[in-house]
Each structure stands twice: as C-alpha cells, then as structure tokens.
C-alpha cells in the first residue's frame, strides 16, 4: 500500500463525535495530498461552529503522523465551499437514513 492509501485508510478511522460516520465518508475531506513524506490534508466541519472542531483536527493529525514513511502533516481548515449533505458517500447517506 502507498503512503496516499495508507493517510486514506486512516482517514476512514476518524470521527465526528456527533455522527456515527467517519468524516471521509461524510465528505469532510477535500484533498489530500502526498509529496516525499509530506502529508497536506484540506478538510472541513459539517459546521464552522463544531464544538468538537478541535478534536477532530487533533485526531487527523495524530493518526496520519503515526503512519510509517510520514515525515511531516498539516491539516488545513476551510469553509470555502461550506459542507452539504450532498458530499456524503451514498454509504453515508444510507447509514443515517437520508437514502
């Protein structure tokens, strides 16, 4: 597996505490980047307000440090375009019913 893959695969295990769906799946996730060990990730919030906001970020970091061949992470926030549920996974959408 590549060290993209890998920082996908872990992304896949991060949570919003609120919704019982990983923030990939919820399509919090806008880009992710992998150049020479440097992992840059763009995501957002479902709200610009999100009181687990800091959590989250924590959590992204931390798990995609903690993968071998990763020298260097940033996560970068943005609401720029803002989220909708219509960037959720089909997964997504069946698991908390809007399908």
Known sequence: MNLYD????VLH?????EIPVNIYELGLVYEVK???GKVNVLMTLT??????AGDIIFDVQSKIEAIEGVKDVHV????DPPW???MMSEEAKLELGFL
């Open 34 to 36: 992998v150049e020479d």
């Open 76 to 79: 970068q926030l943005t609401f």
């Open 6 to 9: 890998s920082v996908i695969e």
């Open 47 to 52: 709200a610009p307000a999100c009181p687990a």
């Open 84 to 86: 909708s549920k219509d």
């Open 13 to 17: 295990t991060v949570h919003d505490p």
